[in-house]
């Protein structure tokens, strides 16, 4: 196949040029490409041909409080490559929180032969005691390079902050990125419980519950804890400004720090909180969305590289079946990261900014030869992109036409 004068996105900028493939991967890419006998040409003037996205945040198929999130490998990875993103690491989950083995079999079955992108792990690591530094040794001989540490949900899958500093001690030493998410557990716990008292099903609350100094602290915290034990931080779902500040202070300081936020914080705002009739529980996540001066500063972060992927956090669930749990009460007794009442919600497709990648578990997408290619239909959900595993090269998606994934019926995406 042949693609003619598409404005090709590559690291260093925009070119036109006529890109070629073969036997699915980019061969060649030249100013001027003289079509071969029979090849399919496709002229793609005035469109721009963009690196296959890598959405190195998902949660495929997990299991919430009563629950399971709506998308599983298949129909997820498939709104991927529909959407341009042909790589995502998702997050495998351990029932034993003290059996790593147990999460990564559970994951692979989930994913193998299921998936019609590429795809990698990283794995929650729920707790920290001994012994937990062998099964991390034994994850990384399997390939995985990152670990996820959560300083909220306590008692389902946060640490405390002994174990917190425990297990990035252990990753410095074997040179893991641990991603972090970063909310005070125990101050958003007292005040979700306070706001529970007043109005449990008001969504409102839910962002009142969640203040920007709740993230920021945690930040500060693990930024802290992160400088003393050197490992490498990766801090999901950034959502505030004042966390963005925090991140470019540690970055000026030389801190080995990346940051990521995602496309709900950088295009919705709080105001959604107010819509009536149990709508604003569409916009429920977390953390939460934040007001018009938080998004500014996430997207002056993205220029200033201070933030340095954009990811979905995908974890999905439906709006008459699952969301509407909440009515009852956005907070749940039962103790559980993921609250059906209150899930979080995003969907979209991401581009990776092609500068890094956590834990370097996926090769940077860009164009050039020899790179997988992905022909997703402009039709959106017609994307022929093979069902397959890990890739050992890059990959790269056409995706002139970018077209929302609508999913099933009664699935919730509002992007
Ligand atoms: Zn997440």
Redesign the pocket.
């Known amino acids: 196949m042949l693609i003619k004068r598409g404005f090709l996105v590559q690291e260093d900028g925009l070119r036109q040029a006529d890109l070629r493939i073969t036997d699915g991967k980019i061969s060649q890419i030249a100013p001027e490409l003289t079509p071969f006998p029979e090849e399919e040409v496709v002229d793609a003037s005035g469109k721009y041909l963009f690196p296959g996205g890598v959405d190195v945040?998902t949660?495929f198929d997990m299991p919430a409080a009563n629950c399971n999130t709506v998308d599983d490998f298949a129909s997820a990875s498939y709104a991927a490559i529909t959407g341009g993103t042909t790589t995502v690491i998702d997050?495998a989950e351990c029932v034993q929180p003290d059996c790593l083995a147990e999460g990564l079999e559970t994951w692979h079955k989930k994913a193998d032969g299921n998936s019609y992108c590429d795809y990698g792990f990283h794995m929650t690591l729920a707790c920290w005691k001994d012994g937990m530094e062998e099964q991390v040794r034994q994850m990384m001989a399997q390939g995985i390079s990152s670990f996820k540490a959560y300083t909220a949900c306590k008692g389902v899958m946060g640490v405390d902050d002994t174990q917190l500093y425990q297990m990035m001690e252990c990753l410095q030493r074997m040179g893991a990125v641990l991603c972090v998410?970063c909310e005070n557990g125990e101050v958003l716990d007292y005040l979700q419980q306070k706001y529970k008292k007043t109005d449990a099903a008001n969504v409102a609350f839910h962002s009142l519950s969640r203040p920007n100094l709740v993230e920021k602290e945690a930040i500060s915290r693990v930024l802290d804890f992160a400088a003393m034990t050197g490992v490498t931080v990766y801090l999901?779902?950034v959502s505030t400004n004042e966390a963005v500040q925090v991140i470019a202070d540690a970055k000026r300081r030389g801190q080995n720090v990346f940051a990521e936020t995602c496309p709900h914080y950088l295009l919705l705002d709080d105001s959604l909180y107010h819509l009536p009739d149990f709508e604003a529980a569409k916009y429920v996540m977390s953390p939460p969305l934040r007001k018009p001066q938080d998004q500014q500063a996430l997207w002056e972060g993205l220029v200033n590289q201070v933030i340095d992927t954009v990811s979905t956090?995908h974890?999905s669930f439906t709006f008459h079946e699952q969301k509407a749990l909440g009515k009852r009460g956005l907070y749940p007794d039962s103790k559980r990261h993921s609250r059906c009442g209150a899930p979080r919600r995003a969907d979209a497709d991401l581009w990776h900014p092609a500068r890094t990648v956590a834990g370097g578990a996926v090769q940077k997408a860009c164009h050039q030869s020899g790179a997988d290619f992905w022909n997703v239909s402009a039709e959106g959900r017609s994307g022929t992109g093979q069902r397959c595993r890990h890739s050992d090269g890059g990959s790269a998606a056409s995706a002139h036409h970018h077209r929302r994934y609508l999913g099933a019926e009664n699935r919730l995406y509002s992007f």
């Open positions: 945040h949660h997050i998410h999901v779902h956090d974890y």
